[in-house]
C-alpha cells in the first residue's frame, strides 16, 4: 500500500487573488505555511499589506503584487512578475470577488450587472487563460476558482451573483475537461456563508444581520475562512491528485436539503 499523501507544498509556487482579505488572505497564509512561496494578488494595497505581513511574521514567502483581474494586462504582469521571482506556477487560487446589493431582476442597474459578472466570472476566464499557458508550459498544475453557494442555488435578489457563480462552475468544468490530459487539475470551491468583510457588508454588520444569515445554516454558525482555506490547499495538493472538475460545496450545510 502506497502511503497517503500529505499537504505538503514545499518547492511548489502559488497564486492568490483577492489575498488582502477573507478567504484569499486565509489561502495565501495557507499555502505559506504548508511551504509554497505565494504571490498574493488585490486591488487593495493596504490589504496587501497586512497580508504580507501575517505571513512574513510566520517566516514565509510572499511577494505583494498590486492588481485589477478584470484587466488582463493586469493579471498577466501580476503572473509574469511570479514566475520572475520565483521560477514556476503549480497553483492557482481565483478568488477576487464582490457582492451585488439584494435587488429584484426589475430593479437592477446595467451598471451593477456588468460589474459583478466582470469581478466575479470574467476575471475567472483571464486568469486561467493567463495561468494555463505558464502551467502548459512546465508540465501541469492546479487550479480552483471560487464559485459560491450561489453557484449552485439560485438565491432571490441576488440574479447577477448567481449567474456569476454559476459561471464559475461552469468555466471551471469546461477547463477541466480540457486540460485533464495535460497534467492541469481544475475545481470550483462554493463556499457557504462564511465571515469575512463581504458578508459583514452584506449584513449591514449587525447582529440583527448576522443572526438573519447564521439562521440559515444548519450547523448554526458562519463558516471560518480558514475552513475553506483548508478545503482549498487539499485541492491543490497531492492529496487531491484524483480529483478534477468538481465543484465541492463547503457550507454547513446549507445546500443539503435542498
Same mark, same amino acid.
Given at each position: 500500500?502506497?502511503?497517503? /499523501?500529505?499537504?505538503?507544498?514545499?518547492?511548489?509556487?502559488?497564486?492568490?487573488?483577492?489575498?488582502?482579505?477573507?478567504? *484569499?488572505?486565509?489561502?495565501?497564509?495557507?499555502? +505559506?505555511?504548508?511551504?509554497? $512561496?505565494?504571490?498574493?494578488?488585490?486591488?487593495?494595497?493596504?490589504?496587501?499589506?497586512?497580508?504580507?505581513?501575517?505571513?512574513?511574521? %510566520? *517566516?514565509? %514567502?510572499?511577494?505583494?503584487?498590486?492588481?485589477?483581474?478584470?484587466?488582463?494586462?493586469?493579471?498577466?504582469?501580476?503572473?509574469?512578475?511570479?514566475?520572475?521571482?520565483?521560477?514556476?506556477?503549480?497553483?492557482?487560487?481565483?478568488?477576487?470577488?464582490?457582492?451585488? /446589493?439584494?435587488? /429584484?431582476?426589475?430593479?437592477?442597474?446595467? @451598471?451593477?450587472?456588468?460589474?459583478?459578472? $466582470?469581478?466575479?466570472?470574467?476575471?475567472?476566464?483571464?486568469?486561467?487563460?493567463?495561468? !494555463?499557458?505558464?502551467?502548459?508550459?512546465?508540465?501541469?498544475?492546479?487550479?480552483?476558482?471560487?464559485?459560491?453557494?450561489?453557484?449552485?442555488? +439560485?438565491?432571490?435578489?441576488?440574479?447577477?451573483?448567481?449567474?456569476?457563480?454559476?459561471?464559475?462552475?461552469?468555466?471551471?468544468?469546461? +477547463?477541466?475537461?480540457?486540460?485533464?490530459?495535460?497534467?492541469?487539475?481544475?475545481?470550483?470551491?462554493?463556499?457557504? !456563508?462564511? @465571515?469575512?468583510?463581504?458578508?459583514?457588508?452584506?449584513?449591514?454588520?449587525?447582529?440583527?444581520?448576522?443572526?438573519?444569515? !447564521? $439562521?440559515?445554516?444548519?450547523?448554526?454558525?458562519?463558516?471560518?475562512?480558514?475552513?475553506?482555506?483548508?478545503?482549498?490547499?487539499?485541492?491543490?495538493?497531492?492529496?487531491?491528485?484524483?480529483?478534477?472538475?468538481? +465543484?465541492?460545496?463547503?457550507?454547513?450545510?446549507?445546500? $443539503?436539503?435542498?
Amino acid at each position: 500500500m502506497t502511503d497517503i /499523501p500529505r499537504v505538503d507544498l514545499g518547492g511548489k509556487v502559488a497564486f492568490v487573488t483577492g489575498a488582502g482579505s477573507g478567504i *484569499g488572505r486565509a489561502a495565501a497564509i495557507a499555502f +505559506a505555511m504548508a511551504g509554497a $512561496a505565494v504571490t498574493a494578488a488585490d486591488i487593495s494595497e493596504k490589504g496587501l499589506r497586512e497580508t504580507v505581513a501575517e505571513i512574513e511574521g %510566520r *517566516g514565509g %514567502r510572499v511577494l505583494a503584487v498590486i492588481c485589477d483581474v478584470t484587466k488582463s494586462s493586469d493579471v498577466k504582469a501580476a503572473l509574469d512578475q511570479t514566475v520572475d521571482k520565483f521560477g514556476r506556477l503549480d497553483i492557482a487560487f481565483n478568488n477576487a470577488g464582490i457582492e451585488q /446589493p439584494a435587488q /429584484p431582476i426589475a430593479e437592477l442597474s446595467e @451598471d451593477v450587472w456588468d460589474k459583478t459578472i $466582470a469581478v466575479n466570472l470574467k476575471s475567472v476566464f483571464i486568469c486561467m487563460k493567463h495561468e !494555463i499557458e505558464i502551467m502548459l508550459r512546465q508540465g501541469g498544475g492546479s487550479i480552483v476558482n471560487t464559485a459560491s453557494g450561489a453557484g449552485v442555488l +439560485a438565491i432571490r435578489g441576488q440574479s447577477s451573483y448567481c449567474a456569476s457563480k454559476f459561471g464559475v462552475v461552469a468555466v471551471s468544468k469546461v +477547463a477541466a475537461l480540457e486540460y485533464a490530459n495535460k497534467n492541469i487539475r481544475v475545481n470550483a470551491i462554493c463556499p457557504g !456563508i462564511i @465571515d469575512t468583510p463581504m458578508i459583514a457588508r452584506y449584513t449591514g454588520d449587525t447582529d440583527e444581520g448576522r443572526a438573519r444569515v !447564521i $439562521a440559515q445554516e444548519p450547523i448554526g454558525r458562519m463558516g471560518r475562512p480558514e475552513e475553506i482555506a483548508g478545503t482549498v490547499l487539499w485541492l491543490c495538493s497531492d492529496a487531491g491528485a484524483f480529483v478534477t472538475g468538481h +465543484a465541492m460545496v463547503v457550507d454547513g450545510g446549507q445546500t $443539503a436539503g435542498i
